[in-house]
């Protein structure tokens, strides 16, 4: 089996770019018979893209990749333009934002950023389900 791919570019004013990346995560998962990723990976990736929406203040890339074999492997990277890397904090109990790296980290099974020539990655990767 090749290596799958996905990959989304998304205009940085258009929020509702967030759900035509979870509804085409979804369908490429189920394309890929990866359905017991879609959930998770759903709310990560969205978890992700607001994130570069909202505080990157520009464009942002979305790929997402279905690497083959036994032990298949989802990672979902997204590309902005901001320069600043994040890192999960405490939002405390009365706030109403600040909690998606919190989620991120604690279903993932690996996460990370890095800084690239023009912004950030900010990725995640789940393992695939042995059928």
Do not use: Y
């Not at 978890?47 to 997402?64: I, K, Q, R, W």
């Not at 901001?82 to 604690?106: H, I, K």
């Not at 950023?113 to 990767?125: D, Q, T």
């Amino acid at each position: 089996m090749a290596m799958r791919r996905l990959r989304r570019r998304l205009n940085g004013d258009d929020l509702t770019a967030i759900a035509d990346v979870r509804r085409s995560l979804r369908e490429a998962l189920s394309h890929w018979d990866a359905h017991d990723l879609v959930d998770t990976a759903e709310l990560l990736a969205s978890e992700l893209v607001t994130n570069a929406l909202v505080h990157s203040g520009g464009d942002a890339t979305v790929t997402a990749t279905l690497s083959p074999g036994p032990e298949a492997r989802l990672r979902v990277e997204v590309h902005d333009g901001g320069s600043r890397l994040p890192a999960p904090r405490d939002a405390g109990e009365d706030a109403t934002s600040g909690r998606g790296l919190l989620l991120v980290s604690a279903l993932a099974d690996e996460w990370g950023a890095r800084p690239v020539a023009r912004g950030k990655v900010v990725w995640f990767e789940l393992c695939a389900q042995a059928a």
